[in-house]
């Protein structure tokens, strides 16, 4: 038995107007937490409580605080552009959660280490 041609279309349409609605405020959270995580790494870098995990960026994060900001907002945004234009591809579609998933967590990760100095600025 095999399935209508019409049937078959439909499972490989990505997203209809009311996806893409969410889709959007999507890859806009995932802007706005890299936002989120540049600044408190910079602010972690600056205090001297943290290094910049990426290779790539650390030495401008210690030295160069407005070109790393520059450069990771570039570069975040420039490939969720990316994605966005191919927003009707599966692929670009999941690695669009992807990003929110990964920002979202080192996001709370950054929270989390901020609740932490707070527990023991508190306990002294």
């Known amino acids: 038995m095999s399935a209508s041609p019409e049937h078959t279309q439909r499972e490989f349409i990505v997203g209809t107007p009311e996806h893409f609605r969410w889709l959007q405020g999507i890859v806009v959270a995932v802007l706005f937490l890299?936002?989120?995580d540049a600044a408190?790494?910079?602010h972690w870098v600056n205090s001297g409580l943290a290094e910049e995990a990426n290779p790539l960026l650390s030495q401008i994060a210690q030295s160069h605080p407005i070109s790393f900001m520059s450069v990771k907002l570039g570069l975040v945004s420039?490939?969720?552009w990316l994605l966005w234009?191919?927003?009707h591809r599966h692929l670009a579609v999941m690695a669009i959660f992807l990003a929110f998933i990964v920002y979202y967590s080192v996001v709370l990760y950054h929270i989390e280490f901020l609740a932490s100095l707070?527990?023991?600025i508190l306990r002294r």
Do not use: E, K
């Open 40 to 42: 408190f790494t910079l």
């Open 85 to 87: 234009s191919h927003r």
């Open 78 to 80: 420039l490939g969720s």
């Open 34 to 36: 890299n936002v989120l």
């Open 118 to 120: 707070v527990r023991a």
